[in-house]
């Protein structure tokens, strides 16, 4: 299994990103996808979440109505579109592919939000 995210950087507050998570070695439709972030001296925490058939995208109360979660199955590949990036923003930005009772891990991709 290979998830892989791309996206991250060094953005201004207001400012906006997009991320990718690129998944080989697993049926992607059948798949529950996620983004957590973690961020300096924290703990992990998700983000957002987009099921694998049907229902509508779950997000973090701290960054609903600005981040977006979407999903291609054809490409294999979530993304993250995150708008009006916020200094607490700034963390690890992880991609995660989950079914039942596991689950598995990309390696995160650094996102910093400063002047």
């Known amino acids: 299994v290979r998830i892989v995210e791309s996206g991250g950087g060094l953005v201004q507050p207001g400012g906006s990103l997009r991320l990718s998570c690129a998944v080989s070695g697993i049926t992607f439709s059948t798949y529950n996808m996620s983004w957590y972030r973690q961020g300096p001296g924290l703990e992990r925490e998700l983000v957002a979440v987009?099921?694998?058939?049907?229902?509508?995208?779950n997000y973090a109360d701290s960054v609903k109505g600005r981040f977006t979660i979407s999903r291609d199955n054809a490409k294999n590949t979530v993304y993250l579109q995150m708008n009006n990036l916020k200094p607490e923003d700034t963390g690890v930005y992880y991609c995660h592919a989950g079914r039942a009772n596991f689950g598995y891990w990309g390696q995160g991709t650094q996102v910093t939000v400063s002047s």
């Open positions: 987009i099921i694998s058939v049907g229902g509508s995208p």
